[in-house]
């Protein structure tokens, strides 16, 4: 009985962990989910559903720990929000986690065993691939569940959204540097890109053949490998790419590589990329850019373009429409800017303005 209450005491400390950190960022419902069958062991966090169902990737990662899983898809889900709101589509913001484990056979049981989970929570959670997930997974996901997108095209979806989402980078990029230089043209500028996955890779397809001088990173060397002799990149080092005397700096890896000991060294104008969660800290550091002169594009702004290639499979968008909403990622950017510099702050600050205002409109007309 006695180690009966010890277990006790230890969830109950650990539920008062998770609200704590759940309760300050207003999520609706956080699901932790684990079958010990097929190993799977993960979390879905829905944290707005105001403008239509949550919809957000699943990512798979080894996580140091199961509070940084927690931290990870709480701040994914909310900046999902924000970017479904902000782009003018009727949906909500969540994300799944999977906590990655070398020891776990990621075979059709396992993720037909997610698509379960999924599908429990009966459409308020829509999924999608992300990083360590595809387009194949998605189809076997869809197995279990109709809540899912970024499907194969030959199972009836859309196919791989990354390229979108690069294209909605470069809109935003092209805007920044608008911006910050009175013309949006790329040629002859530099532009330092951190991670050539899917979507840098494509990015730096559109900047090479806008003029632009691109500067890679990435730790897959094969990525790394392939994309700078693709487009004749100029290869630099992990570290080196903060350093680097460039107009743009664009990260498209994983989250907070904007912190207070880069912030120190870059030595760019414009910060736009497609990485999520892209500032450490979002009203420290984003004061910090604006006090520097570093113009920032808020990521789940220019990073848009793949939900909004799966929000066409959701409402059955055409080609044309699509597209349309992607494009306007370009002007939206620039407003963004006009209302930081009105209102004097920074452009983190607005753009999560502008989304929740949206939000808090739709709620006061239902």
């Known amino acids: 009985m006695s180690d009966a209450n010890n277990l006790m005491k230890t969830v109950e400390k650990q539920s008062a962990h998770v609200f704590a950190m759940i309760e300050p960022m207003e999520h609706e419902q956080v699901m932790f989910f684990n079958d010990k069958e097929t190993g799977l062991k993960g979390i879905i966090a829905v944290h707005n559903t105001v403008l239509g169902p949550s919809l957000g990737g ?21 900046g999902m929000t924000f970017k479904s709101s902000i782009s003018g589509i009727n949906l909500g913001g969540g994300k799944a986690v999977i906590i990655g484990n070398p020891k776990v056979k990621r075979d059709e049981a ?33 197995q279990e569940t109709k809540h899912v997108t970024g499907k194969p095209i030959s199972a009836g979806g859309t196919g791989d959204p990354s390229p979108s989402t690069a294209y909605g980078v470069f809109l935003g990029l092209k805007a920044s540097v608008k911006e910050a230089f009175g013309t949006d043209s790329l040629e002859g500028k530099k532009v330092a890109v951190q991670g050539v996955g899917h979507v840098g890779h494509d990015l730096v397809g559109h900047l090479t053949k806008a003029g632009a001088k691109v500067f890679i990173t990435d730790i897959n060397k094969v990525n790394l490998e392939a994309t700078a002799k693709e487009f004749n990149a100029t290869v630099v080092g992990p570290h080196e790419i903060y350093d680097l005397d460039v107009d743009v700096y664009a990260p498209c890896a994983l989250g907070a590589t904007v912190n207070s000991d880069t912030i120190s060294t870059l030595r760019c104008a414009v910060i736009a990329g497609a990485a999520n969660n892209q500032l450490a800290d979002e009203n420290l550091h ?4 604006l006090d520097k002169g570093i113009l920032f594009a808020p990521d789940f702004l220019i990073n848009a373009g793949g939900v909004i290639n799966c929000y066409r499979e959701v409402h059955n968008l055409n080609e044309a429409e699509t597209k349309q909403h992607i494009e306007n990622i370009y002007t939206r950017t620039l407003d963004i800017f006009k209302k930081s510099k009105t209102e004097k702050i920074p452009t983190q600050e607005a753009a999560i303005k502008m989304a929740v205002e949206r939000i808090e409109k739709a709620k006061a007309n239902k």
Not at 286 to 289: F, I, Y
């Open 58 to 78: 699943c990512r798979i990662w080894n996580y140091d720990n199961e509070s940084d899983a927690l931290w990870d898809v709480l701040r994914l889900s909310r």
């Open 286 to 289: 984003g004061q910090m850019l």
């Open 110 to 142: 396992f993720w037909r065993r997610f698509g379960k989970f999924v599908d429990s929570l009966n459409g308020k959670y829509i999924t999608a691939e992300d990083v360590g997930t595809s387009t194949e997974v998605m189809s076997i996901v869809m």
